[in-house]
């Protein structure tokens, strides 16, 4: 097919990024076309409509406004599109044939930067993973705020290098992963990508990991020159491999200003408590399990902080715990000063009320699509932190010391924004009237110009009136056909011979003259200049910010730091929370232990608070029974999570804690299918527990909340007892343990095994009725009082009555009669032997045996003659 001009350019371009939806700009639309435009018409439900294209044919098309295009976009890349966008390169008037356009950028998930297609309470990483045998390579970067993490990873199993690497993905939640070919080939590795991760994965171009030396060279270049000792990757080349893809998928999706992405830190073997995506889901960290809701998780508790900055920084806070003493000392010390000063704390919470997202802002200056309001916002940012540094003169805490010496006040960037911009700036450059009257001597000029010319126009029209006689003649403006004179149907007659007809109306016509033209040319002429003037000042003014990029980076994390230690203690005053003791024990002692969530949960009720005692001697594993619905998950869960507080640096629901710094914290929780993935409620519980059993540790906690519930009742105590063993045993795991079961038969390990404790849930019990004290205490239960919970579950009367009949045959050690009526009696029917049944002739044939004389081999063989017999 030969195209016209216009769609042979549109084809050429999309040659180049066949698996993204093209933008194509055309005017005040960005176009789809062929194939785009029927999946964007179908997905965001799009008019559908045609367009020539060439010798008589025709092309499918859609298009949305380019104004509103980012709501589109975000929907797109919601349902796992990308979108590359091509722009008018040059002014359509001046063109000469067609418009040059050009990509100017392609948008991914992992790539967005835009205020309205980000959440600002979490980050939005992209990864980078690179595998080698023992070993992989791994680059975590937010391109929406500048932050960059890089480790190389080297373990010699593979089980322990996936756990150690889907432990970073959980941590991070990247929203795209790029795969060198063997991490694409890693089979358990992208399976966990596809079934657990919440990114997508991609492959990347295999050329990007060939030369090693040209990786070096253009991360060294990309991260401020300094070397590779200087940025700690010596001996690290699959973390700089990783680097090096990360850059190269920013440089092919043209992203400029790749300059913001300019501090890197490692991702420290040992710095944080090992919490996989299973471990944050079972103890719902940031959402429910059910609901995939906020309101329920730790998050909601904790999470009182006033800007975007430190709604991130908390998030990330909880789901990466601290295993250095020293370092969550120093978060308590700030903790507790704030604690104990409340109007310390208070005026520190007002000031940081009101401060911009400074690290997204400032990603958008460096990449040069910031507009003035953002500009503007930063300005009013910046003003605040004097009063911050005010306040923060009086603390005493270290870290708030630290934290007031990164805070640069930077007073002459918002008095240069405050002289440079009006104090409500339009949203776009072109509109005008960004740039305040006096900042720019030469733009004052030309805009005195152009509103001179607007004077002279309003008398044009008022002589033109006078000198034809026509009462309702006006001038007026459009921008197809400029400046004009229009006259009504009623008075065109009047039109004097040096009115030249440019337009007809359906009521009446639009003319020029020779001096109205002069003064459109003098007027536009202004106009585009003085959007020429402001642009160049807006863009100094852009440049100039960018240059403080440094300094407001830095201080933005002071605040975003300064804002999460202020919710810590917000809630830990609030909540009546205790500071613990973290130290390298290995206890874990909580006197009035309380969950934080559930207690933050009930309105009507106070919550039942319970001691804790575990060490790593005779206190190691507590094996917990109970009925359902008593508390035993809760017991365990507010143990787990308390120690997560700790390493956090927050205060803890008790009364006294000592908390031993926990390395990983591992739970099987729960029971539900993985149809997806073809695996059953048991399968997927077993999977879990193989990877506890593989990656648990002598200083990690454990908890199993009933496993073995999905096969019989034989096997499934078989394997209980097998996994509870194994976790005990020193030379094996030899983890503090939580283990929850209805297999009363496991607490006779109590007795066998040193470091084994029972504990129960006391139950007040009224005859048929029960009542939940939700105190756990010394001693495994007496019952499992299922049926009682069944009843106040509802159950229909008679089911519960017929419950109770199988129970007392079970207990007896006989089976239930199957087929009857629940509620009726059983059915009993007499065993009648006869002459001729082959019970009545093998007791005839063993009357007539003398035993006596038997042989053994006889024995043997009249044994199975019996056996003959009654089969």
Request: proline content about 5%; aromatic content about 6%.
């Amino acid at each position: 097919m030969e195209y016209s001009p216009m769609m042979k350019q549109y084809m050429e371009t999309k040659e180049k990024y066949p698996g993204e939806i093209l933008f194509f700009r055309l005017g005040d639309f960005y176009e789809m076309f062929f194939d785009d435009a029927e999946r964007v018409s179908r997905e965001l439900d799009l008019v559908l409509t045609k367009r020539a294209c060439g010798n008589g044919d025709f092309a499918p098309m859609c298009g949305v406004p380019f104004h509103s295009a980012e709501g589109y976009i975000a929907r797109l890349l919601e349902k796992g599109y990308k979108v590359a966008i091509c722009e008018q390169m040059e002014d359509p008037k001046a063109a000469k044939g067609i418009v040059k356009r050009d990509i100017v950028r392609v948008v991914t998930p992992g790539t967005v930067v835009e205020s309205s297609m980000l959440d600002e309470s979490r980050n939005n990483y992209i990864c980078s993973l690179v595998y080698r045998p023992g070993a992989v390579g791994i680059a975590m970067g937010d391109v929406s705020t500048g932050q960059l993490y890089a480790a190389q990873l080297n373990l010699p199993h593979k089980a322990q290098l996936l756990g150690a690497v889907t432990n970073r993905l959980g941590r991070y939640a990247p929203r795209e992963i790029l795969l060198d070919p063997e991490a694409a080939a890693w089979e358990e590795l992208t399976r966990f990508i596809r079934e657990r991760s919440g990114g997508a994965g991609e492959k990347a171009p295999p050329a990007l990991y060939e030369n090693q030396e040209r990786a070096e060279k253009a991360v060294v270049s990309l991260l401020g020159n300094r070397t590779l000792p200087e940025l700690g990757l010596t001996g690290r080349p699959l973390a700089v491999l990783a680097l090096f893809a990360f850059f190269s998928y920013l440089e092919h999706n043209k992203m400029s200003g790749r300059e913001r992405m300019n501090r890197l830190e490692l991702m420290e073997d040992g710095a944080f408590m090992a919490l996989s995506l299973m471990d944050q889901r079972n103890l719902e960290l940031t959402e429910t399990m059910r609901g995939k809701e906020r309101r329920g998780s730790l998050l909601w508790v904790l999470d009182k902080t006033r800007t975007a900055m430190g709604k991130r920084l908390i998030r990330q806070w909880v789901t990466q715990p601290l295993l250095s003493p020293a370092q969550i000392t120093l978060r308590q010390n700030a903790v507790e000063e704030l604690v104990q000063n409340p109007p310390f704390l208070d005026d520190l919470t007002e000031k940081l009320g009101g401060i911009h997202d400074l690290e997204r802002i400032m990603t958008r200056v460096v990449y040069g699509s910031a507009n003035a309001r953002e500009l503007k916002a930063v300005g009013e940012a910046l003003k605040r932190l004097p009063g911050i540094k005010a306040v923060l003169k009086e603390a005493q805490a270290t870290l708030l010391q630290t934290l007031d010496r990164e805070i640069d006040p930077l007073e002459d960037v918002p008095a240069l924004l405050d002289k440079a911009l009006v104090d409500e700036p339009p949203l776009s450059i072109r509109d005008g009237g960004t740039i305040r009257p006096g900042f720019e001597p030469e733009l004052d000029e030309v805009r005195r110009d152009r509103d001179g010319g607007r004077e002279l126009l309003a008398a044009l029209e008022a002589r033109e009136r006078e000198r034809t006689g026509i009462p309702k003649l006006k001038t007026g403006y459009n921008r197809v056909f400029g400046y004009y004179i229009e006259v009504s149907n009623s008075y065109k007659n009047m039109a004097p011979a040096d009115y030249i007809r440019k337009q007809t109306l359906s009521n009446g016509e639009r003319y020029v003259t020779q001096e109205l033209k002069e003064l459109e040319a003098r007027i536009l002429g202004a106009q585009d200049r003085a959007l020429e003037l402001e642009s160049r000042a807006f863009e100094y003014l852009r440049r100039y910010l960018a240059r403080a990029l440094p300094y407001i980076q830095a201080a933005a994390g002071a605040i975003a730091v300064l804002d999460v230690l202020c919710s810590f203690a917000a809630v830990s005053a609030a909540r009546d929370y205790t500071r613990p003791t973290v130290n390298l024990s290995g206890k874990i002692y909580l006197k009035d232990s309380r969950h934080p969530v559930v207690e933050a949960l009930l309105r009507d009720r106070p919550f039942v608070p319970n001691d804790v005692d575990m060490d790593m001697g005779d206190n190691r594993v507590q094996i917990l029974t109970g009925p359902n619905m008593a508390g035993k998950s809760t017991y365990m869960r507010q143990i787990a999570i308390t120690a997560i507080l700790a390493q956090i640096g927050c205060f803890v629901p008790a009364s006294k804690a000592e908390i031993g710094i926990v390395d990983g914290i591992y739970t099987r929780v729960g029971a539900s299918d993985d149809l997806s993935a073809g695996q059953s409620t048991f399968m997927l519980e077993m999977a879990e527990v193989a990877q506890i059993l593989k990656s648990a540790g002598k200083n990690s906690l454990v908890v199993f909340d009933e496993i073995g519930r999905g096969t019989s009742t034989f096997d499934g105590m078989s394997i209980a007892r097998a996994v509870l063993e194994y976790v005990h045993d020193t030379k094996q795991v030899g983890a503090k343990t939580l283990f929850a079961t209805h297999y009363h038969e496991l607490t006779a390990m109590a007795d066998e095994l040193p470091g084994v404790k029972n504990f129960n849930v006391a139950v007040k019990k009224r005859g048929d009725d029960i009542t939940f004290l939700r105190r756990i205490i010394p001693g495994g239960a007496d019952d499992s009082f299922g049926i009682e919970v069944a009843k106040l579950a509802g159950v229909p009367d008679k089911v519960l009555g017929r419950a109770k009949e199988v129970l007392a045959q079970l207990e007896k050690g006989s089976l239930p009669q199957a087929g009857r009526q629940p509620g009726l009696p059983p059915k009993e029917e007499p065993v009648q032997l006869t002459m001729d049944s082959p019970e009545s002739r093998v007791i005839t044939r063993l009357q007539a045996i003398d035993v006596n004389a038997l042989t053994p081999i006889e024995c043997m063989n009249i044994l199975f003659e019996l056996r003959k017999m009654l089969r």
